[in-house]
């Protein structure tokens, strides 16, 4: 159980287009998911907090306008990253918490996708 | 500002060694998580510390929290070379929000 998709694993797009990556709760109803960003060799940093039917809080220095978050559904939470540039390019990963009664260990917990690879040429 | 220091934050052993891996935080936290992360993957959750005292043990690695030091060690017996990759400490807070540590990149070596 608890089982966290992203799609695509791996994206190479043109500097100037528009990227969207899926992150879907496969098995349990997700309320929140969060959004990292990963560079080679760096810790995950949180980019932004996706509430279902809300708009979604952004980390400090994260630009809302570029990344855009959907959380239309309680398994699916979509970024779109928006006039992709070369910096943009990393790994990044969603994960999504389980809230009280899905029947997972710990109530809370977030439970990772398996992050997709953007680079942008 | 929550921060989350892992020390050391390269280690090369050698397999059959033991070793503990340190995560200081600086503030007080509803609990503690220890990923593992294999290159070119995403998070494998390891462990999950709720309270003070607490110790998990999977194998080779074993988990313990310190909430008074804000402390949480990972410790490796007699390390094996499939041990090899690199692992995050992450401090969950309100609204479930996690803050990670920089991570250890682990090297065990035959």
């Known amino acids: 159980g608890a089982v966290v998709s992203q799609h695509p694993s791996w994206v190479i797009c043109k500097s100037g287009t528009s990227v969207k990556i899926e992150c879907r709760s496969l098995?349990?109803?997700?309320?929140?998911m969060f959004w990292y960003r990963q560079f080679p060799k760096q810790s995950l940093m949180l980019m932004a907090t996706?509430?279902?039917?809300?708009?979604?809080?952004?980390e400090q220095g994260v630009e809302k306008d570029k990344f855009l978050i959907n959380h239309a559904s309680l398994t699916l939470s979509t970024l779109t990253v928006t006039s992709a540039h070369p910096e943009d390019s990393s790994f990044y990963i969603c994960?999504?918490?389980?809230?009280?009664?899905?029947?997972?260990?710990?109530?809370?917990?977030?439970?990772f996708g398996p992050g997709t690879r953007l680079t942008v040429l | 500002e929550l921060k989350v220091e892992q020390n050391p934050l390269f280690l090369s052993m050698q397999e059959g060694k033991n070793y503990t891996i340190y995560c200081n935080y600086s503030?007080?936290?509803?609990?503690l998580y220890w990923y593992r992360q294999d290159p070119g993957k995403s998070l494998e959750s390891l462990f999950v510390l709720l309270s003070n005292g607490a110790v998990k043990q999977e194998g080779r690695l074993m988990a313990s929290l310190d909430t008074k030091a804000r402390l949480s060690t990972l410790h490796i017996t007699a390390a094996v070379h499939d041990l090899s990759a690199t692992y995050f400490c992450?401090?969950?807070?309100?609204?479930?929000?996690?803050?990670f540590g920089e991570g250890t990149q682990l090297t065990v070596n035959p």
């Open positions: 503030t007080t936290s509803d609990r």
């Open positions: 994960s999504a918490r389980a809230p009280p009664g899905q029947g997972v260990p710990f109530t809370n917990e977030q439970f």
């Open positions: 098995d349990f109803q997700a309320t929140t």
């Open positions: 996706s509430n279902e039917g809300s708009k979604a809080t952004y």
């Open positions: 992450a401090v969950q807070t309100s609204g479930s929000r996690l803050t």
